[in-house]
């Protein structure tokens, strides 16, 4: 497994323990600080994954578009 897999599954892990046990156990700056972080680890790979399905939906919409391959 890559370390950038590793780091998104680490990440949203790590949003999913803080946003529905830590938060509610110890509210404060330090849980706060933790999903800021979660969050620089998950969001680039969602943002890629729906860029990737944006683009394969488009050129299947508009054959002959895009870049050629």
Do not use: I
């Amino acid at each position: 497994m890559s370390s950038g897999r590793r780091g998104a599954l680490f990440g949203l892990l790590l949003l999913a323990v803080n946003d529905h046990l830590l938060k509610r156990e110890w509210p404060g700056m330090v849980t706060g600080e933790l999903s800021d972080v979660a969050g620089m680890l998950v969001a680039p790979p969602l943002l890629a994954v729906g860029l990737a399905l944006t683009r394969r939906r488009s050129s299947a919409l508009a054959p002959g578009v895009g870049p050629r391959g």
